[in-house]
């Protein structure tokens, strides 16, 4: 089996995984209610906004810093936020542990070639 049908195999298993499943039907959830979507949409325009402060070589002013404080308090408030944000942890630990695995074989096998040499 080549590299890329382990990797699609890989994705396929990733793609059925509960944590995945978990993750889009929150996010459907959070989609779906007008609160969490314009909370959302004023985090992202605030980050944005800090985004490109820092691009132009200016720290974000202590306004949208605690403009943006704010909005992550309301955020976390929003249940679907909230249980959309846990969800997308709990992925990500999922991703992290994938990519540990391939890091650590990657590495042994280095260390076994340097072994040998």
Known sequence: MSIMEKAEELAEEIVNSSEYEE????????QADEDAQELLQQYQAQQQRAQMAQMNGQQPGEDLQQEMQSLQSKMQENEKVK?????????????????????????DEEEEEQAEA
């Open 23 to 30: 993750l889009k039907a929150k996010e459907e959830a959070m």
């Open 83 to 107: 249980s959309f944000m846990e969800a997308q942890q709990e992925f990500n630990k999922v991703m992290e542990t994938v990519n540990q695995v391939i890091s650590s074989a990657l590495q």
